[in-house]
């Protein structure tokens, strides 16, 4: 019966083979369990046939099996020959056959060198497959950097591995620098050769060199010389096509360390490292990001609680200002209570009709559509020595020619087909009161002709009347257009721009008088939300902040249906996804790109809104702006470019520039919004 004597940590033991397969390894399963380091759970079997003849087949062991020093993966034995795994022997022993000739004595067969080969490449495979499982499976970043440089000095047999990724600012970025020993290469920039690492993130190939000095590839290339390097091996590592950086090994002291088979053990390898590295670097992004995403959420919070701060305020000094004009009005000066409004600019606006609604001159107001020009109209009607009398309004823009000069000047009875009777014109109306003209710009040149007379002559005649009237009309006057500019292009008459434009009174848009923008939307809240039964209903500090940060091209009439909108199609409390769609649009891109999805479209979009509220604060000065948010004036005029705001914080139109001088965005503004009688803030219409 064939006897095995197995020798292992100096004790010895025997093993009768009494059954066809013996099982050996590590595992408490085996048949003969070795504890050597060495073996595998599974290691090997020996086989017994019919005729007492033993075989040994290794079954992918990872350190191998070897027969007399060789070896292999299946071997027929002979009496004597011995088995080795690690340092554990086993001998076998059976009657010798006079016809049988033992592998001690046996001369090497030519299939050897095939079942080295065979044995290698079967090895590499499994401990390929054991290093891409722990690449797919390790979290943390730098754990996993760490293991791509250790697990490829495995592979290869080299003295030192380099992890290096390819950065935009920095060409070379040494993430990681091992030994063999597992330590830490100091300054690694100093201790590789630069030339061939620079080489293959260029052009993305492998480099093997058995003797980099002899190398002709390499002549000249000094770091070769000077750190004394023999063999290197460097595999780039390619991410979705791109080479975002490469692994390097090398051995400094042994020429031809690596051959052809590490090489392509390597790239195999770097596939995976690659995708392990790609995947590291997300993950990373992903935490800054979120990271970054948590401090803007945080910054956004804190300035919700600061504008909630400042509304609370906002409503005091609004209930003191309109206290402080009950107290004027009862004690004989004026009442602005109709317009809405504490900024600088309405200050102004405030002490300049003061001195305007005692006189007897005519107003001319100017400013874009829906900035309040009637309410000013109003206010000097209101506060001045006609108060008692009518107040008339009738827009030039919105009749035509003939039945304007009839609603100014009034008709005689059959004065033209259908004038049956007399009717009195809006001066005659406005006898002994005050007559807005708004829009006069768009007046026809008969009709300004008409105008000019009444104003130099103080009387007129009605259309078919043979007869001057002369009625006491103090005239005011509004436009959206610059008279001066239309009197230029010949469209409107020089001496009746002189006439209208005695007292002139401009009011700037909107835009340029943000700090009104809450007190407007809270005047706007409590007159539609008694109109509509819904007095109750919120906003939520966001809608604020993005309706507080929107450029309103269409100014207080545009915001006025903006509130009005909300306050009957959305539920209490009012949320961001009930705002108009372009208020939405330019909360997270500018007007001519599309809206961004995502965590990336999130981040950018609390971005501008922080960009907007910065340079808001800062009346347009960049400078202030980038104290503000704690980065450079330069890199704020890059991310103004590159979200295409203006210094105003509004988005800029198709081929308009950021404005490279650190100037304010825009001079005083006065636009206005007002309400009912003795309500301050209750919106009138806007004219």
């Not at 490829?152 to 620098?177: D, N, S, T, Y």
């Not at 009398?389 to 033209?416: H, I, K, M, T």
């Not at 340079?615 to 890059?638: H, P, V, Y």
């Amino acid at each position: 019966m064939p006897r095995f004597i197995v020798f292992a940590e100096g004790e010895r033991r025997e093993l009768l083979l009494d059954k066809a397969q013996v099982i050996v390894g590590r595992g408490t399963s085996c048949d003969l369990r070795i504890t050597d380091r060495m073996a595998s759970r599974i290691h090997c079997r020996i086989e017994l046939d019919g005729n007492g003849h033993a075989q040994v087949v290794d079954v992918g062991s990872q350190n191998g099996t070897f027969v007399n020093g060789q070896q292999t993966l299946t071997v027929d034995l002979r009496a004597g020959d011995v088995i080795s795994i690690g340092a554990t022997r086993i001998y076998y022993e059976r009657e010798p056959d006079p016809n049988e000739t033992s592998l001690l004595a046996r001369p090497s067969l030519p299939n050897d060198d095939l079942v080295r080969r065979l044995t290698r490449e079967r090895s590499n495979h499994l401990r390929l497959q054991r290093i891409s499982h722990a690449l797919s499976t390790e979290s943390d970043v730098e754990k996993l950097l760490t293991l791509v440089v250790d697990s490829l000095i495995e592979l290869a047999g080299a003295e030192r591995g380099f992890l290096i990724l390819r950065k935009a600012e920095q060409a070379l970025h040494f993430v990681a620098a091992r030994n063999f020993d597992g330590d830490q290469v100091p300054e690694p920039e100093l201790a590789i050769s630069r030339s061939i690492a620079q080489r293959v993130l260029e052009t993305g190939l492998s480099i093997l060199s058995v003797n980099a000095g002899d190398d002709q590839r390499f002549e000249g290339v000094q770091s070769i010389s000077n750190i004394g390097l023999r063999s290197v091996l460097v595999v780039p590592l390619v991410a979705q096509g791109e080479t975002i950086g490469a692994v390097y090994v090398d051995h400094r002291m042994t020429k031809g360390a690596f051959d052809d088979e590490d090489l392509r053990l390597a790239e195999a390898f770097a596939g995976q490292a690659a995708v392990a590295v790609h995947r590291a670097r997300l993950v990373t992004h992903l935490i800054d990001a979120n990271k970054q995403l948590e401090e803007s959420q945080e910054r956004v919070r804190l300035l919700n609680e600061e504008l909630k701060r400042r509304v609370a305020v906002q409503e005091v000094e609004l209930v003191e200002a309109r206290a402080r004009l009950r107290e004027r009005a009862a004690a004989g000066g004026n009442d602005y209570s109709r317009i809405v409004g504490r900024s600088k600019p309405m200050m102004d606006i405030f002490r300049l009709l003061d001195r305007v609604v005692g006189s007897d001159f005519p107003v001319h107001v100017s400013g874009e559509s829906g900035t309040g020009k009637e309410l000013i109209a109003r206010a000097i009607h209101e506060n001045g020595p006609r108060n008692g009398q009518r107040f008339v309004s009738e827009n030039c823009a919105a009749l035509p020619d003939a039945l304007l000069e009839s609603e100014l000047f009034g008709y005689e009875r059959g004065a033209f087909t259908g004038a049956r009777q007399s009717k009195k014109g809006l001066l005659q109306v406005a006898h002994k009161g005050t007559l807005f003209l708004d829009e006069v710009g768009d007046m026809s040149p008969d009709v300004q002709k008409k105008v000019l007379r009444f104003l130099q002559e103080g009387e007129f005649r009605p259309v078919g009347g043979r007869e001057s009237i002369h009625v006491d009309v103090r005239i005011i006057s509004a436009s959206n257009k610059d008279l001066a500019q239309i009197v230029a292009k010949g469209e409107f008459r020089e001496d009746l721009m002189y006439r209208l434009n005695v007292l002139p009174i401009h009011l700037p848009p909107l835009r340029d008088r943000k700090d009104d923008v809450p007190l407007l939307i809270d005047s706007f809240m409590k007159r539609f939300g008694r109109e509509t039964g819904r007095s109750s209903m919120k906003m939520r500090p966001e809608v604020l902040d993005a309706l507080c940060a929107y450029h309103w091209p269409g100014n207080v009439r545009d915001l006025e249906n903006e509130i009005r909108m909300l306050i009957t199609f959305s539920d209490d409390p009012i949320t961001l996804d009930r705002l108009s769609e372009r208020i939405r649009r330019t909360m997270s891109a500018p007007s001519d790109a599309p809206l961004r999805e995502g965590l990336s479209g999130r981040v950018e979009a609390l971005e501008r809104a922080e960009i907007r509220r910065a340079l808001e604060e800062a009346t347009g000065n960049k400078s202030r702006a980038a104290d503000t948010l704690g980065i450079s004036r330069f890199a704020l005029q890059r991310k103004l470019e590159k979200y295409r705001i203006g210094t105003d914080g509004r988005p800029l139109k198709p081929g308009e520039t950021v404005d490279g001088e650190d100037e304010p965005a825009g001079a005083a503004a006065t636009g206005v919004g007002g309400g009912g009688p003795g309500e301050p803030g209750n919106g009138g219409e806007q004219r």
